[in-house]
């Protein structure tokens, strides 16, 4: 398959950040990457199973989920178009701990981590880059990791919608962004019930911290929404 079209996803993600064509071409040459669609609801990665490549997103969007004890999934991350999976995973011995399951058609690139690790003999000067893009990608999936847990241990649903207003707003580098969640799906990241979801943002739109429209949001007072999470949140996981 040729790859060439998605190059400018591949360069948005951050192991294959700053890459020219010609790079990418010989990496392409080097790993022979496998390809895959998966239609709605197929999985990209089972719990329970070893996992030894980097999985990319060139199309669609997926959701990585954890089972709980009780039988229940709750989902930690969403991911469209360059999104990475495994990357952590990838380098370990042990089984995966999540599922990716794709939330919609989707096109998904596998690396196999040994040939990341491991330079051809060429040793093309983009593979000393991608190997320090590696370890860059593994320590923020760490602090995004921590972030993560933060918002789950904050008692007050108040604290953990800021956080994540908040951390989505520094994405996309707007107080206004759209998601592709659904309320639904919000609920679920969040760990809450829908409809105390949907009232709580209720209250913040009467309350002029936001507006939202389905899946666009707008901070219209970011520093009250910091100091409710600082003050609130923290005081009531403590």
Request: proline share 4%; glycine share 8%; charged share 25%.
């Amino acid at each position: 398959m040729d790859l060439r079209p998605y190059y400018d996803v591949l360069r948005r993600t951050s192991l294959l950040k700053g890459m020219r064509d010609d790079e990418l071409d010989n990496m392409m040459q080097c790993f022979h990457p496998r390809v895959r669609r998966y239609e709605k609801g197929e999985f990209l990665l089972l719990a329970g199973y070893e996992n030894h490549e980097v999985g990319i997103v060139l199309e669609g969007s997926i959701t990585a989920m954890k089972n709980t004890p009780d039988g229940t999934s709750v989902a930690i991350t969403h991911m469209g178009p360059a999104g990475m999976f495994g990357d952590v995973l990838s380098g370990s011995s042990l089984r995966s701990p999540v599922s990716v399951m794709a939330d919609s058609p989707c096109l998904a690139i596998y690396l196999p981590y040994r040939k990341i690790i491991h330079p051809c003999p060429s040793l093309h000067e983009s593979h000393c880059q991608l190997m320090e893009n590696l370890v860059t990608t593994i320590s923020n999936k760490y602090f995004a990791l921590d972030r993560r847990v933060e918002l789950l241990i904050c008692k007050s649903l108040r604290a953990r919608i800021c956080i994540w207003l908040l951390d989505e707003a520094e994405r996309a580098g707007s107080n206004t962004f759209t998601v592709e969640l659904t309320r639904a799906g919000l609920a679920e990241y969040l760990n809450c019930d829908r409809s105390a979801l949907s009232r709580e943002l209720s209250r913040m739109q009467q309350e002029g911290l936001i507006e939202t429209y389905r899946g666009s949001f707008k901070i219209l007072d970011e520093e009250h929404l910091r100091a409710q999470y600082q003050g609130t949140g923290r005081e009531n996981a403590g």
